[in-house]
């Protein structure tokens, strides 16, 4: 799967306002709500589920990195957004590390199967070093889409 069959371009914050993770996660889904990509559903409930989701695991990944992500029945079909703080956000991540790159994925409840592609498609990406690098190098909203362009043509990016 491609990163343009499920992130909104136009909901990406090149820099986050946000300094703490329920902020940044509060942002990125206002952000999609902004973009129309929320269906009819509740921007705050949104927020308060990827939050719930998030309190019971972390998902920053490491290495710079969280996916927080989840299933919500106001969605008909995945989709994600990306947010980058030059400050770096404690996201609790498996490293103890400041995040920098933050891919919010937010999926229907009744597609388990696209939820997983799409996740197996962020995540190997961001295993190569060289993705994550130029990501969070990337200091506009284009170059972040470029750069998620060129890694759809080019998985080994």
């Known amino acids: 799967m491609k990163f343009a069959d499920f992130i909104c371009f ?5 820099e986050l ?5 329920n902020g940044v996660i509060k942002e990125l889904v206002s952000a999609l709500h902004k973009a129309g990509q929320l269906g009819k559903g509740n921007c705050e409930e949104i927020i308060k589920a990827v939050i719930k989701r998030e309190n019971e695991a972390s998902t920053g990944m490491g290495k710079g990195v969280a996916v927080p992500h989840v299933k919500h029945k106001s969605v008909k079909d995945v989709v994600a957004t990306i947010g980058q703080s030059s400050a770096g956000i404690d996201f609790s991540s498996l490293d103890k590390q400041p995040v920098y790159s933050v891919i919010l994925i937010i999926s229907p409840v009744d597609n388990p199967d696209k939820h997983l592609q799409v996740m197996e498609s962020v995540f190997k990406h961001l295993q190569e070093e060289k993705f994550r690098k130029f990501l ?3 200091k506009e909203a284009a170059e972040i889409e470029d750069l998620l362009k060129e890694a759809d043509e080019n998985p080994s990016l």
């Open 136 to 138: 969070r190098q990337s």
């Open 10 to 14: 136009e909901a990406i914050i090149p």
């Open 17 to 21: 306002k946000a300094r703490d993770r």
